[in-house]
């Protein structure tokens, strides 16, 4: 699952520090976050983790690069792929992580875990998950076991679009929507979960829905936006987002559209510690926005309408330099304000940032103007269409080599092309 997001913070140092500020919402009930991410830091601090998945599991270069590419600030960390008839007991010393659909394990692997295989699925704290896109995560107290799993094999777990560990050590997830969030303690206290529908219910009290979007206000908002304004406007952006994109608005999901009363709030409930500095997140279809800012999201909603009509794309330069292109379409100050960005950070444009799979895309806001302008002239050498095509099929390095020439030849042509007077104009 492909997770796109507006960023604002550094998130390596949020890893590599070892103390971060708590994030606090102002909700009854609600488990704060744990104060640092020393149980992440524990469990990758090793030389080699294991994964051990079912014996028919297929392993695609998506799940491998998923699972490899979390711990983006080890680049010495070894991965073992096992399959569990290969496991052999002699490796319990090692860190290890499960990961694949439960049904296709053959022994009970939540033994040890605040989780039940039940029929169809699984349970825990009373709830049972059943649905086909129910999938958790979960780490040991001891950090030398993850558990990522998934009701069926359906590709990337979303554990990776959530900073698991640290923040909390369980998580439960309903296809985009996060279930359970907290922390189950090894000292026979009770668990501290948080029981996010019970939690949104009580917090969001009104809606406005539009024919692609349904928005939730939460109750501290005395005054909604007027209901026929906010759908027309909506519904004019998703009808002319598409239209742009070649395509029509067929087969949208609906969108749902959570709208928060402030920052803090906002990454309670998606569960980003503070240091993230989250404005808006996009999960498929399902988006979080700080606050009624339309420009955040017209940007997550775009995310949602890419993946829905063209597909996911596994690289954040790819992924938010598209969507930064399709705002040139919308505004030509759009491209003027990249175009300026980028001539005052050429330096930053390199092979190494577009083929990086790290998060590390988003320690600085410009990234989004340069890969905006750097797809942009892809495209103008590729197609659209042929541009779309290789997105969907994350392979757009290859085509890009194949069609359009080496990544160093593209970069110096762009930085060439951006010094002259008149390339705003082209």
Request: net charge negative.
């Amino acid at each position: 699952m492909r997770i796109h997001c507006l960023i604002f913070g550094l998130v390596l140092t949020m890893i590599t520090q070892l103390v971060v500020k708590p994030c606090f919402a102002q909700i009854p009930g609600f488990v704060p976050m744990d104060e640092t991410m020393q149980l992440l830091i524990d469990f990758y601090n090793t030389d080699t983790i294991i994964v051990i998945v079912p014996d028919d599991l297929k392993m695609s270069r998506d799940i491998r690069q998923s699972v490899e590419n979390f711990s983006f600030w080890r680049k010495d960390l070894v991965y073992e792929w096992v399959h569990e008839s290969d496991f052999r007991d002699e490796k319990l010393h090692r860190h290890l992580q499960f990961y694949g659909p439960l049904n296709q394990f053959i022994g009970n692997i939540l033994a040890s875990t605040p989780f039940k295989i039940i029929e169809g699925g699984f349970s825990t704290q009373g709830r049972k998950f059943t649905h086909p896109e129910d999938s958790f995560y979960y780490m040991e107290p001891s950090t030398s076991r993850i558990y990522t799993i998934s009701n069926q094999a359906a590709g990337v777990h979303p554990y990776t679009g959530c900073l698991a560990g640290g923040a909390y050590t369980l998580y439960v997830f309903s296809g985009n929507q996060l279930q359970l969030t907290g922390f189950v303690p090894n000292n026979g206290s009770s668990p501290a979960i948080n029981d996010l529908d019970v939690m949104r219910n009580a917090y969001f009290c009104n809606s406005i829905r539009s024919r692609y979007i349904h928005y939730f206000f939460p109750c501290s908002v005395k005054q909604l936006p007027d209901a026929d304004s906010l759908i027309s406007l909506t519904d004019a952006f998703v009808e002319d987002f598409c239209r742009f994109l070649q395509t029509d608005t067929s087969g949208i999901p609906l969108v749902t559209t959570y709208i928060y009363a402030s920052r803090d709030d906002l990454q309670a409930f998606i569960a980003a510690p503070k240091a993230q500095t989250v404005y808006g997140k996009s999960f498929g279809n399902i988006n979080h926005i700080m606050a009624p800012d339309m420009a955040i999201v017209k940007h997550e909603t775009g995310h949602s309408i890419i993946e829905s009509k063209i597909g996911k794309n596994n690289s954040a330069f790819f992924s938010e330099g598209f969507r930064q292109y399709t705002d040139y379409l919308f505004s030509q100050s759009a491209y003027e304000n990249d175009l300026k960005n980028f001539k005052e950070h050429e330096e930053l444009l390199t092979p190494s940032l577009i083929l990086q799979t790290e998060n590390t895309f988003f320690n600085n806001m410009v990234n989004y103007s340069i890969s905006g302008l750097f797809v942009k002239l892809v495209i103008e050498k590729t197609g659209l269409e042929q541009f779309m095509k290789a997105y969907a099929g994350n392979n757009l390095i290859e085509m890009i080599e194949a069609e359009a020439g080496s990544l160093e030849a593209l970069i110096g042509e762009l930085k060439l092309a951006a010094s002259t007077p008149d390339y705003i104009h082209q």
